[in-house]
C-alpha cells in the first residue's frame, strides 16, 4: 500500500544509519520527533462533497484525501500535521478516451474545475485543489496504462498516459526495448504527469529527457481533440507538442502518448571517480560532454553531498578502505573531494572506447578512477533513497530539494549564491541548514544543479511552513538572478509561481494564458497553477 502521507510503499524503510545521524546532529543540532496525525482524524474532518453522482467518479472521503496533496515539502508539512483545508470533492477514474470525454462533459454541466492525476508525486503543489467557490474533481490516470502499439520499424511505442515507470519497461522490455526515462520518482510517476511536467531522468544524457522521447500522441481538451501524429520531422509551424511538454493540466489531459523507444542496451556500467575539488570535476564534465562522448549519465557531486552520502552507506569499514585508497592515488587528506558517477549505456565494444576516453579526460582533471562498485551500489538504491525522507522526518528533520539549469559561465556562482541562501538562510531565528548540491544532467552549454537541503522541523506548524518560505523564496531569488531556470525538471506548479514572470515576460505569460483560453475557454482545467488566474496560494 502506497504512504499517505510520505514517500512510497508502506513496506519499505529505509533508516538513517547511526553514522548518518551522529553527522546531522552535529550539523543541525538535536532534533524533536516529527509530528504524524492518523489518517483517520482527518478523513472524520472532510467536508462533504459538492458533486452530484457520475458512475465514473468516485466520492469516498479517504480517496478524496489521497489525492488532495503531493509531495512538496508544503504538502508533507499538511499531511504530517494534519492541517488540511482543501480536498477534492471526487475523484474520477477513466478507463478510455471516451470515459474522459464524458468526465469533460460532466464538469462541463457542473461548473466543476479539473485536476489531471498521473502518480501524485509532483513536489511543486501541481495537484492540490484551489479554494475554490466550484466543486474540484481529480481526474486520476491510473487505469490508463496499456501500450496500445509498438512498432518496431520505428521504434514507436504508444502508450496511455496514465502508464507509471515499472509498468512501462516491464511492457516494453518483455519485447527488448527500453524507454531509459528513470526520474528518481520511476517507480510511481506516469507517463502523462512526466510530458505534463517536462521531466528529467537520470540517464537523460543518452536516451534524451521527455520532450526528446515524446513523438505525438493525443490530448483531450474541453474544446475537442488534438492529435499529435509521430513524424519524424517536420517543418509545418511550430510544434504543437511544445505547446502539450509542460502543460501540467491547464490545456487539457494527455490521454495516449507515442514515445521514442531503443533496443535495451548490451551493457550499462556506472563508474566511480572522485576528483579533488569540484572545479576539477566541473571541468572535466563539460570537458566529456562537449567532446561528444556518449555517456548516458554524469552526476557530480560536491564535496559536501560527498561527505553525506558516504555517510549514509552507514558502512565505515568501506569509507576507511576508500579513503586509504584515494591517498594512494594521490588525493590530499585535505582535498574537498567531490564524487563523479559516471553512467556508460551501449554495444559492448563502444562502452570499451568512451570509457577509455572519459577515463583519459577525468585523469587530466585530476579524476581517480575507483572502480563498479560505488556505481554498482548507486544503481541498486537509485529508486530508495526517496524513502530516507520518511525517516527524517519521523527524527525531526524536514528535507527539500530544488533544481535549476544555467550556462557553464553562470554555474559556478549561481550554485555558491543559492547554497548561501539557503546555509544562512534561517540564522535569524538561530537554526542552521545543511545544504549540498550536485551536477545533475549536463549539456554542452550547461548543466542543471541539484541542491538538497535540511534544517529542523518546528513543533508549531506555522514555524515550520515560515521556515520552508523563507529558505525557498531566498534560493529562488538566488538562483534567477544569477541566471538559472526556476525549474529544469520539476515544473512550475504553485510553488515556482512567483518566478514565472521573470523567466517568460508579461507578453509571454499573456501568450500562454491566450492558448490556455483556446483549449480551455471555461477555464476549468487545473486553474491557478503554471500561470496566475483567478486564485494563487
Ligand atoms: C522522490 C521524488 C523524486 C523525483 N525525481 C524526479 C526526477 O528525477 N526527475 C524529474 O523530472 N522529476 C522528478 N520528480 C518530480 C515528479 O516525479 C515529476 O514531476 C513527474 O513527472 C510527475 O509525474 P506524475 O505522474 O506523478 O504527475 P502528477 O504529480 O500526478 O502531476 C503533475 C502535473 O502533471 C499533470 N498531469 C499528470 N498527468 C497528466 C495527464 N495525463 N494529462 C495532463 N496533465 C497531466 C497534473 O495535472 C500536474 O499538473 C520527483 C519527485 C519525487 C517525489
Redesign the pocket.
Given at each position: 500500500m502506497k504512504r499517505w502521507n510520505g514517500?512510497g510503499s508502506a513496506e519499505i524503510d529505509y533508516p538513517v544509519p547511526p553514522s548518518a545521524l551522529t553527522y546531522l546532529n552535529d550539523a543541525l543540532g538535536p532534533p524533536e520527533p516529527g509530528p504524524s496525525v492518523p489518517l483517520e482524524s482527518i478523513v472524520r474532518r472532510l467536508p462533504p462533497s459538492r458533486l452530484p453522482d457520475h458512475p465514473l467518479v468516485s466520492l469516498d472521503p479517504e480517496l478524496r484525501l489521497r489525492h488532495a496533496r503531493?509531495?512538496s515539502l508544503p504538502d508533507w508539512i499538511a499531511l504530517r500535521f494534519g492541517r488540511l483545508d482543501r480536498f477534492p470533492d471526487g475523484v474520477a477514474r477513466p478507463g478510455s478516451d471516451q470515459d474522459v470525454e464524458k468526465i469533460l462533459a460532466f464538469a462541463k454541466e457542473t461548473g466543476t474545475w479539473l485536476?489531471?492525476?498521473?502518480?501524485?508525486?509532483?513536489?511543486?503543489g501541481?495537484?492540490n485543489p484551489p479554494p475554490a467557490d466550484h466543486p474540484v474533481l481529480t481526474v486520476s490516470?491510473e487505469r490508463m496504462r496499456r501500450m496500445s502499439d509498438l512498432d518496431e520499424a520505428s521504434r514507436i511505442a504508444t502508450f496511455e498516459?496514465?502508464v507509471?515507470g515499472p509498468h512501462l519497461e516491464a511492457q516494453l522490455r518483455a519485447r527488448g526495448y527500453t524507454l531509459g526515462h528513470?526520474?528518481?520518482?520511476?517507480e510511481?510517476?506516469?507517463?502523462?504527469?512526466?510530458?505534463?511536467?517536462?521531466?528529467?531522468?537520470?540517464q537523460s544524457l543518452y536516451y534524451g529527457r521527455?520532450e526528446d522521447l515524446f513523438a505525438g500522441g493525443r490530448?483531450i481538451t474541453p474544446a475537442g481533440r488534438i492529435e499529435m501524429p509521430p513524424f519524424p520531422a517536420s517543418a509545418a509551424g511550430p510544434d504543437l507538442r511544445q505547446a502539450v511538454l509542460g502543460?501540467?493540466?491547464?490545456?487539457?489531459?494527455?490521454?495516449r502518448a507515442c514515445v521514442r523507444v531503443s533496443l535495451v542496451p548490451q551493457l550499462e556500467r556506472f563508474h566511480g571517480i572522485f576528483f579533488p575539488g569540484l572545479e576539477q570535476g566541473a571541468a572535466a564534465v563539460r570537458e566529456m560532454v562537449q567532446s561528444r562522448l556518449q555517456l548516458s549519465m554524469l552526476r557530480l557531486s560536491d564535496s559536501l553531498e560527498t561527505d553525506v552520502s558516504l555517510a549514509l552507506t552507514g558502512n565505515e569499514r568501506m569509507v576507511r578502505l576508500l579513503n586509504g585508497l584515494l591517498r594512494v592515488r594521490g588525493l590530499k587528506d585535505r582535498d574537498e573531494k567531490c564524487m563523479l558517477f559516471m553512467g556508460i549505456t551501449r554495444a559492448r565494444g563502444l562502452a570499451r572506447k568512451t570509457r577509455r576516453m572519459a577515463l583519459e579526460i577525468a585523469r587530466e582533471h585530476g579524476g581517480v578512477h575507483v572502480g563498479r562498485k560505488m556505481g554498482n551500489e548507486w544503481r541498486k538504491g537509485r529508486f530508495k533513497t526517496?524513502y530516507l525522507?520518511n525517516a527524517l522526518w519521523d527524527l525531526g528533520y524536514a528535507v527539500d530539494t530544488l533544481e535549476t539549469a544555467m550556462t557553464w559561465s553562470d554555474l559556478p556562482t549561481a550554485t555558491e549564491a543559492v547554497l548561501k541562501a539557503l546555509r544562512q538562510g534561517l540564522e535569524d531565528r538561530g537554526e542552521r541548514v545543511l545544504a549540498f548540491s550536485h551536477i545533475s544532467h549536463v549539456y554542452a552549454t550547461g548543466a542543471s544543479i541539484y541542491v538538497t537541503y535540511l534544517f529542523r522541523l518546528a513543533a508549531d506548524v506555522e514555524e515550520t511552513l515560515a521556515r520552508w518560505k523563507k529558505l525557498k523564496a531566498s534560493a529562488s531569488e538566488a538562483l534567477v538572478a544569477r541566471g538559472g531556470t526556476i525549474s529544469h525538471?520539476?515544473?512550475v506548479?504553485l510553488d515556482h509561481l512567483p518566478w514565472m514572470e521573470s523567466e517568460k515576460g508579461k507578453l509571454g505569460l499573456q501568450g500562454l494564458g491566450a492558448l490556455a483560453k483556446v483549449f480551455d475557454p471555461g477555464g476549468i482545467m487545473?486553474p491557478g497553477?503554471?500561470f496566475r488566474s483567478e486564485w494563487t496560494r
Open positions: 514517500w503531493g509531495q485536476i489531471p492525476y498521473g502518480g501524485g508525486t509532483s513536489v511543486v501541481h495537484i490516470m498516459a496514465g507509471t528513470f526520474p528518481q520518482s520511476f510511481y510517476s506516469t507517463l502523462g504527469g512526466w510530458i505534463a511536467t517536462r521531466s528529467s531522468g537520470q521527455i490530448m502543460s501540467e493540466g491547464r490545456l487539457g489531459i494527455i490521454t526517496p525522507r525538471q520539476h515544473g506548479g487545473n497553477k503554471l
